[in-house]
């Protein structure tokens, strides 16, 4: 069974950084696709940023583009998200998560087979 734990929120100005982490457990990491993805109460989940394993292929929701990064350590079983320019609009819960058989439905919650429980980021302004 895969665990992820995600780490690294907090509370930063607008303006400010944040880099998340999210550790993997349980299967071969460098197998797995892996996603980022937010969540506001009363909103639905909504993707972020992914990347896949077979040729490490990245994607970005429009918002983010520019401003966060997605990237592994195979070695460490991690996958981050670097978050630059950090506006109050990316407050929220980020979440990360794995997906054996990422294609090109990465930016779709119900493809992804394990979460992690989640770490609050706040931006004030």
Do not use: H
């Amino acid at each position: 069974q895969v665990q992820l734990v995600e780490s690294g929120g907090g509370l930063v100005q607008a303006g400010g950084s944040l880099r998340l982490s999210c550790a993997f457990s349980g299967r071969s990491f460098s197998m797995y696709g892996m996603g980022w993805f937010r969540q506001v109460p009363g909103k639905e989940r909504e993707f972020v940023a992914a990347m896949r394993w077979s040729d490490s292929s990245t994607y970005y929701t429009d918002s983010v583009k520019g401003r966060f990064t997605i990237s592994r350590d195979n070695a460490k079983n991690t996958v981050y998200l670097q978050m630059n320019s950090l506006k109050p609009e990316d407050t929220a819960v980020y979440y990360c998560a794995a997906d054996r058989f990422m294609g090109m439905r990465y930016s779709v919650v119900d493809e992804y087979d394990y979460w992690g429980q989640g770490t609050q980021v706040t931006v004030s302004s």
